[in-house]
DNA sequence: CGTTCATATTGCCATACGGCTATATGAAGG
DNA sequence: CCTTCATATAGCCGTATGGCAATATGAACG
């Protein structure tokens, strides 16, 4: 199985969402099946995607295995949209402009 | 066809270029083509997502249509982006402060 | 109005994706 | 060891994706 970019993994809401549940802490797979109504293979697959685009790494405790975020990739997201953010900020300011002239 | 998220649209490699493309400014379909190493159906397919996802805007002139960046639903992605921010520098911040006791 | 140029749409194909159920694996505990 | 609990893998299926070649569309211009 190949590794999935960063882009194509944060494609899919579900991993979005197991994203954002690992943000305030790392957690057990199954922790994760209890807040995504999808069945357990189902959050199994999810996380191996996000493993091989390295979002997330794990360690066995136990029986369980702990689930945590690794950001970085995020990182290089957000260095790509960087260069877009004056564009939308521009826009904005637009806008600003415009409503302040017509109140 | 319906409509696809942000996330996903910029799941594709192509696509993402094409917006990097539109950056500095508005080009006709044909020259995106030229600078994309892609058939021109596959290159109008591609535009088709970008307008559905409503990361472009088209306009006609003459007989070419011209497509525009249409930079609002980026920011959506960024300000998603924005809580894992703090996350990312953190670890750069160990690792800055980790190299500064490594020299 | 018929042709030309630029682009979009159609049809087709192979492969990937995301979901499920059933089964395999592997650590703990008795 | 044998069982149990937690998770991963396998196998299957329907649909979506991304690519191409061929064709349709639509504006401009003679």
Redesign the pocket.
Known sequence: MNG?SAY?AL??P?RRRILDLLRTGER????L?EHLD????????????LREAGLVA?R???????YSLRPEPLAEVAEWLEPYRMLWSQRLDALERHLEDNP
């Open positions: 999935m194509a494609a899919e579900h057990p797979a199954g922790e099946v999808l069945s357990q293979p189902g959050v199994s697959k999810h996380l191996k995607v794990v066995t405790h136990g029986k369980q295995r702990v």
